[in-house]
């Protein structure tokens, strides 16, 4: 699995944003999810989908701000961001987990075995 991430900018508290993922592979029976590290903290859950069901789950911190969808014909994951804050500033990763993942586990980066190469997002106030 092959994972292209972009879409990432400098925008203005309030703004919205969205990023994509583009994926190459077997993603069917896997999660994608989007991740995010910001300077000096460690890599974050944000949001996830099943790719097969489209259930999707999030982190507290972006529920009901952000959006993740798939879009099954370009076989892309999508992550809306709206009412942005400075605090959402990170580099934000797209990754595929391994196909033995369970709702549970999957919001640890530890079962994600596919990564992107991440997308900087700066939000300023």
């Known amino acids: 699995v092959q994972l292209q991430a972009s879409g990432g900018g400098l925008v203005r508290a309030g703004d919205s944003l969205r990023v994509s993922c583009a994926a190459s592979?077997?993603?069917?029976?896997?999660?994608v999810g989007w991740f995010r590290q910001a300077p000096g903290k460690e890599r974050e859950f944000v949001a996830r989908?099943?790719?097969?069901?489209?259930?999707?789950a999030y982190a507290d911190s972006v529920k009901g701000r952000f959006t993740i969808s798939r879009h099954n014909a370009e076989n892309t994951v999508y992550l809306q961001m709206n009412s942005l804050k400075p605090d959402d500033t990170a580099v934000y990763y797209c990754?595929?987990?391994?196909?033995?993942?369970?709702?549970?586990?999957?919001?640890?980066?530890?079962?994600?075995?596919?990564w992107g190469q991440g997308t900087l997002v700066t939000v300023s106030s």
């Open positions: 990754a595929v987990s391994r196909s033995s993942t369970i709702y549970s586990g999957s919001f640890d980066p530890g079962n994600y075995d596919y």
């Open positions: 592979g077997r993603t069917s029976g896997r999660f």
């Open positions: 989908i099943e790719w097969r069901t489209r259930y999707t």
